[in-house]
Structures are given as structure tokens and as C-alpha cells.
């Protein structure tokens, strides 16, 4: 009796950390990327196993992005040929990534964001109005390419490590794709939903995703999704910056957490 006891305990404070930190990852998420750096450490804080937890996140995280992706399709934010070409090159990227994973010391790479991450900060700090970049546009063809290129290689580090990919990815659409920050939101998004989608579809097979957690938190995070895609349609780049920088902090001290394990 003692034992089932605590295991319903332990179940029930599962579900009480992950929960709310779902919502609020999920409105981060929405607005700005970067919110498994809020939803992952949850699942840690909970107890969860390493892949357990990496495995429940991409539930809940990939069916709350589903929801932001179609919010932001009928806000029209999404264009196709944006979209189509940051999907594929995303994926083909991930793929890549997630093979040399297997090869390479992550060490490397985490040593060199963390370097990289100050400049980043610096340039979203400066730039009040990341929407400026789109004051001067790329030509269509050399728009398309930018975005390839910036799916292509947020896809390789998305697979290789993860952490903060949304954020990378919408700060590089705006300013090295010059895509307005609404349209990078959408470009964002697709990709976000089609790189955990496919990394999903792997832990479900190997059976390491606890489904009745992963619902619920899936429940709060879409919650979080909606109300975040919705204060984004309506304030758009005034709340993207602060909150890029928050997400850009919260990144900082994972990698430096990581590096110390």
C-alpha cells in the first residue's frame, strides 16, 4: 500500500512541475522560440530519465507548436515558398546533425555557442526593431537561398544539440534573410513543427515517450501556444526582443550547466 502510495505521489508531482512550466513554455515558445529550455528542465526537475524526458518534451512541444504553426497559417504569416523550402532543408539539416552527433564532441559546439552567444545578444539588444532588416529586402531568388542555407544550418545544430533552435532560427530569418519578423515567425514555426515531428516519430517507435504525461502537458503547452500566438499578433516585434533575451540568458546558463556536467 506504501508503495503505491508513493508512486501515485510521485506521479502527481510529476504532473504539478511539468504542467504549468508547459503553459509557459508553450507561450515563449509561441512569441519567441526557445521553449524547451523552459518545458525540458522541467521534466528533469520531475525526475524523469534523460531520454524519458527528452522523449515526453517532443510530445508535448511538438503538439503545441502545431497549434502556433496553424495560428500563425490563418494569420497569414506563413509564405509558401519560405515555408516549403525551410521544411525540406530543415529536415535534410537535422538528419545530417543528428548522424554526426554520433561522431563528433558536443563539447566543441556548446564551448562555441556560448561564445557565439554574446555577439547574438548584442545584435537583438541593438536592434529595437528587428523588422528593419526587411526595410531592405533580398531579391526573391537570393531571399529563398538565405533561408535554405539558415534552415539548412539550424537544422544540422538542431539535430547535433537543440537547445534554442527557435530563437536562432527566427533572430537569422529576420536579420540575415531580411524576412519580416511576422513572416520569419511563420517560416519558424513550420520548421520547428517538422524537425520535432520527425524526432517524435523516433521516440514513439522506440517506445520512450510517457504518454499520459506528454498529454497533459501537451494540453497546458498548447494553452501556452495559443495565448502566446495571439499576444504575438497583436504586439509583434514590442514584445519579441525582451523576450529574446530572456530565452538567449536562459540558453547561456544551460550551455554553461552542460559544460560543468
Keep these: 500500500v506504501r508503495l503505491v502510495e508513493r508512486t501515485a505521489e510521485r506521479v502527481s508531482m510529476e504532473f504539478l512541475i511539468v504542467c504549468p512550466l508547459a503553459l509557459i513554455a508553450g507561450f515563449v515558445d509561441a512569441i ?3 521553449g524547451g529550455l523552459i518545458s525540458l528542465p522541467a521534466y528533469f526537475f520531475a525526475g524523469l530519465p534523460a531520454h524519458a524526458a527528452i522523449a515526453t518534451n517532443k510530445l508535448s512541444s511538438t503538439l503545441g507548436t502545431a497549434v502556433a504553426c496553424v495560428r500563425y497559417a490563418l494569420f497569414g504569416y506563413m509564405v509558401k515558398r519560405f515555408v516549403v523550402v525551410g521544411v525540406v532543408c530543415g529536415l535534410v539539416g537535422s538528419a545530417a546533425g543528428a548522424n554526426l552527433a554520433l561522431l563528433a564532441d558536443a563539447t566543441a559546439l556548446m564551448v562555441f555557442m556560448l561564445v557565439a552567444l554574446p555577439p ?3 545584435l537583438v539588444f541593438r536592434a529595437k526593431d528587428l523588422n528593419r532588416f526587411s ?3 533580398l531579391p526573391p531568388a537570393a531571399a529563398l537561398a538565405a533561408t535554405a ?5 539550424v537544422g544540422i545544430y538542431d539535430g547535433f544539440y537543440g537547445p534554442g533552435t527557435g530563437t536562432i532560427l527566427m533572430l537569422l530569418l529576420a536579420a540575415v534573410g531580411r524576412q519580416d519578423v511576422k513572416s520569419a515567425a511563420g517560416t519558424t514555426k513550420a520548421v ?3 524537425t520535432n515531428a520527425a524526432a517524435l516519430a523516433v521516440f514513439l517507435v522506440n517506445g520512450q515517450v510517457l504518454i499520459a504525461l506528454g498529454l497533459a502537458a501537451a494540453a497546458f503547452n498548447i494553452v501556452g501556444n495559443w495565448l502566446g500566438s495571439t499576444f504575438f499578433d497583436r504586439k509583434g516585434a514590442l514584445v519579441l526582443r525582451p523576450i529574446m533575451l530572456v ?3 536562459l540558453f547561456a546558463v544551460k550551455l554553461i550547466a552542460d559544460l560543468i556536467a
Design 135 to 137: 526595410e531592405r529586402p
Design 247 to 249: 530565452v538567449i540568458a
Design 149 to 153: 542555407a539558415i534552415a539548412l544550418v
Design 32 to 34: 519567441a522560440g526557445g
Design 120 to 122: 547574438v545578444a548584442v
Design 192 to 194: 520547428n513543427l517538422a
